[in-house]
């Protein structure tokens, strides 16, 4: 039976940046929507905006808290910020939540997005999907785009709100017209994708390439992706690398990682390994999980840096915490081969589970030898071909090879033959070069006398 011990290929492009950031920026000289401030607190509020402005911040807090005292939104929404950033005043994420409240009982847009926020994240307080879907409506409805953008998201997903894609869409395309980047990017993911529109990649290009025009750096990432793929657009991983490279330098992490494994391929750049290693570091200290596997990969092959296993399987580990099931399954090849850590395959077969369900179907082939040895796990052919024929579906062409060898076989399904040379042609379909593919198809031709 044909075994493949791959190292993971690097997935690198982060398809969707789905934001549920607070409008942090208190740079706002009257309140939003309907006047909810009296004129001694928007005169206060003002003069705590100069004082904001001057740099002079617990000034600033000391008369936005007297506008609010005096029922003044505005002035409750920026003290509310500031204490949620922990500035000029110390970081109380519940005094920033009572600020909110109170400015999003009068009206304030921004403020009952922000409490939404923290609805949706559980942030200091129960997590509560549908208030935050109704909040966001609020503030939707109050004229905050960002509020309909990221109540787009949750229809999105089906988040807090039946799902309903093409309540997403509008409310994604009515955003992103208005000037918002989280909804021209999430319309370009929809493209992207095919999700509730028909895949158009130029378009995906289009919506992607605005979102990173108006700041969004996430958008920048899939436009540089799409660039990269040539998808929708000239090829172009010089332009790609540029796009990394500013985001990169913004403290962006992904955009560090997309740029290290150009260095790392010669992709767009000449090739340098060293500076793809210094930069997958960047990104991994930046908490980027899959950089830190991509990392490990670099030590585990000394591509860049000198050969060690043992600081391999660290980082590994520091990417499947980080909960980036790349990360898990290399750690599994570790621990399954021995490599920089002693082999437990039985631990092993945990992390390719972790991993596997996590979306990497290389784990899933690599659980599904376990079982069909009996290595780490009770052996149990049947549950090896449900994994490979699992990979088979999502393309992984060694996993429909090894479908067919067990239907040749009869190991864990019934003996059929014919069920062997289709997986065997499904193989070959998505791998032209895959030879045992092609040397089992070939023997199982003359026993079927196919031509």
Do not use: H, I, Q, T
């Given at each position: 039976m044909f075994r493949a011990k791959e190292m993971l290929l690097r997935a690198m492009a982060i398809l969707s940046l789905l934001c549920f950031q607070l409008c942090i920026s208190p740079v706002i000289a009257v309140a939003q929507g309907r006047p909810a401030s009296p004129d001694d607190a928007r005169t206060i509020f003002q003069s705590g905006m100069a004082s904001y402005r001057a740099g002079n911040l617990p000034d600033a807090a000391e008369k936005f808290q007297r506008a609010c005292d005096l029922n003044g939104a505005a002035g409750c929404y920026n003290l509310g910020v500031m204490y949620n950033d922990g500035a000029g005043v110390p970081r109380n994420a519940n005094r920033a939540f009572g600020l909110f409240t109170r400015a999003c009982e009068g009206d304030y847009p921004s403020a009952c997005n922000n409490l939404a926020v923290m609805y949706r994240e559980g942030s200091g307080i129960p997590r509560n999907e549908s208030y935050a879907a109704s909040l966001y409506m609020r503030a939707c409805n109050l004229g905050n785009v960002q509020g309909c953008a990221n109540l787009g998201v949750l229809y999105d997903n089906g988040a807090g709100v039946s799902q309903d894609r093409a309540r997403a869409t509008d409310l994604y395309r009515m955003t992103c017209e208005r000037g918002n980047a989280l909804g021209c990017n999430n319309l370009g993911r929809l493209y992207e994708q095919g999700e509730a529109l028909n895949r158009d990649?130029?378009?995906?290009?289009?919506?992607?390439?605005?979102?990173?025009?108006?700041?969004m750096e996430g958008g920048c990432l899939n436009w540089g992706t799409l660039l990269e793929r040539g998808q929708g657009v000239v090829q172009d991983a010089t332009h790609a690398a540029r796009i990394y490279s500013d985001i990169c330098d913004k403290g962006f992490s992904p955009g560090c990682n997309n740029l290290g494994a150009l260095f790392e391929n010669g992709k767009g750049v000449a090739r340098d390994p060293a500076r793809a290693v210094n930069l997958y570091g960047k990104a991994c200290d930046g908490g980027n999980a899959r950089a830190c596997s991509n990392l490990g990969s670099m030590y585990e092959r000394g591509v860049g840096v000198p050969r060690d296993p043992i600081e391999a399987t660290r980082l590994y580990r520091r990417s499947c915490d980080g909960g980036q099931s790349d990360g898990c399954y290399n750690l599994g090849v570790a621990y399954q081969n021995g490599a920089g850590v002693a082999a437990k395959p039985s631990y092993a077969a945990s992390l390719y589970r972790q991993a596997c369900e996590g979306g990497t179907d290389l784990a899933c082939f690599n659980l599904g030898l376990l079982y069909e040895d009996g290595v780490g796990v009770a052996r149990d052919p049947n549950e090896a071909v449900e994994l490979y024929s699992k990979t088979c579906r999502n393309g992984l062409a060694i996993g429909c090879q090894n479908v067919g060898?067990?239907?040749?076989?009869?190991?864990?399904?019934?003996?059929n033959p014919r069920l062997a040379s289709d997986n065997f042609r499904r193989a070959l379909e998505i791998n032209p070069g895959l030879t045992e593919a092609r040397q089992n198809l070939a023997r199982v031709a003359r026993e079927l006398g196919d031509k």
């Open positions: 990649f130029p378009r995906a290009v289009s919506f992607y390439s605005k979102a990173c025009e108006l700041g060898v067990m239907y040749y076989n009869g190991a864990g399904v019934k003996r």
